[in-house]
């Protein structure tokens, strides 16, 4: 058996700290990427797009299992991942606007532990895995073996040391970097995949369909990455449209996968979801959307007709608007909350 000795509370802990970390490193990201024309304007940084979105939504992921989760390990470990990783995308998002802002063993660090967390949490979650588990399912020697070693406790040092090791040897040669980094990313992701298979098998037909979505997205971004890599192998670097349709359907793939396995492996009370996302949400953006428009035609006709256009005048209006649109939100959501509970 897997042996762990934290203990629930101190992973939600460490995760809050490492969600904390990703917005912040995101927030002065997102800050220099929408201040300076030239930042945004980078092919590499256009390259980039897809993994600024999916570097959001993981952190809000990891932010909502967190504080919503049952209390498992598997998930709360699959949610450091969904931190760990946010985090690492900032990191490379910030070298990319200025080369060596960040130390290449601080983001090699990041990465490694990424790699880590990734396969250590796959073998907890969607279920605790065995080496008799691992037995069963997998005849080959090799594959046991190697298997049966990822279990051990000792690993969470082993993994990292390995993984840190390799890329920041390999980084003071540029184009063996790129290389590395894709090698060993692409057997983190085999490993993470071979657990998943020993889990899909010796799952019960309904825990399967909890695990079909994160299944097949790790295979789809396996595949996506074998293209990649084969590019770099014979093409050096792919052109910028290359690169951002594979890294678009990459991050498009992991990410929605990611977060389907989590909402239907019943991480998330989804009645609840829905009605905070898009319930509240639509509620929320109609009634700022209707008193965005109420205060500019005010305050159009109070500069046209009335000649009044100072700062303190439109300040204390937008005080007004908020005193009267309050009520009205608060209430509306108190009706649809009655609604709902009666339906319930």
């Known amino acids: 058996m897997l042996h762990m000795s934290i203990n629930i509370k101190q992973i939600r802990i460490i995760n809050f700290l490492a969600v904390a970390v990703a917005f912040v490193l995101l927030a002065v990201f997102f800050i220099d990427f929408f201040k300076d024309p030239f930042v945004r304007q980078s092919p590499t940084i256009r390259g980039s797009y897809p993994g600024m979105v999916s570097a959001t939504f993981f952190a809000i992921f990891a932010l909502l299992i967190s504080f919503k989760t049952k209390p498992q390990k598997g998930t709360l470990l699959y949610a450091l991942f969904l931190a760990l990783i946010s985090?690492?995308?900032?990191?490379?998002?910030?070298?990319?606007?200025?080369?060596?802002?960040?130390?290449?063993?601080?983001?090699?660090?990041s990465f490694s532990l990424v790699c880590t967390v990734f396969i250590k949490s796959l073998q907890v979650f969607p279920r605790t895995l065995t080496q008799d588990n691992i037995r069963q399912v997998f005849k080959c020697?090799?594959?046991?073996a190697y298997l049966h070693w990822s279990l051990r406790s000792y690993t969470w040092l082993a993994y990292p040391a390995i993984i840190f090791a390799a890329g920041f040897l390999s980084s003071f040669y540029q184009p063996v970097f790129n290389l590395t980094i894709s090698f060993l990313n692409m057997a983190v992701i085999i490993s993470g995949g071979l657990l998943l298979f020993v889990s899909y098998k010796k799952s019960t037909h309904a825990e399967r369909n909890k695990i079909?979505?994160?299944?097949?997205?790790v295979i789809?971004?396996?595949?996506?990455?074998?293209?990649?890599?084969?590019?770099?192998l014979f093409n050096n670097e792919p052109g910028t449209i290359i690169r951002l349709i594979i890294s678009s359907l990459m991050t498009g793939s992991i990410t929605l996968s990611m977060f389907m396995s989590l909402f239907?492996?019943?991480?998330?009370?989804?009645?609840?979801?829905?009605r905070r996302t898009?319930?509240?949400?639509?509620?929320?953006?109609?009634?700022?959307?209707l008193y965005n428009t109420l205060e500019h035609y005010v305050l159009h006709w109070f500069s046209e007709v009335?000649?009044?256009s100072d700062v303190l005048i439109s300040s204390i209006l937008s005080?007004?608007?908020?005193?009267?649109?309050s009520p009205v939100h608060h209430r509306l959501m108190h009706y649809l909350e009655k609604r709902i509970k009666k339906r319930n």
């Not at 396996?222 to 770099?232: D, G, N, V």
């Open 87 to 109: 985090q690492n995308f900032a990191l490379q998002f910030l070298n990319t606007i200025s080369i060596g802002m960040i130390p290449i063993w601080i983001e090699m660090m």
């Open 141 to 144: 020697k090799i594959l046991n």
């Open 212 to 217: 079909l979505w994160l299944f097949w997205g």
């Open 264 to 274: 239907f492996s019943d991480t998330f009370d989804t009645g609840i979801l829905i």
């Open 319 to 325: 005080g007004i608007f908020v005193m009267i649109f």
């Open 220 to 232: 789809t971004y396996a595949c996506l990455l074998i293209i990649l890599l084969s590019i770099r």
């Open 306 to 308: 009335l000649h009044l």
């Open 278 to 289: 898009i319930v509240d949400s639509t509620v929320f953006t109609l009634v700022i959307i």
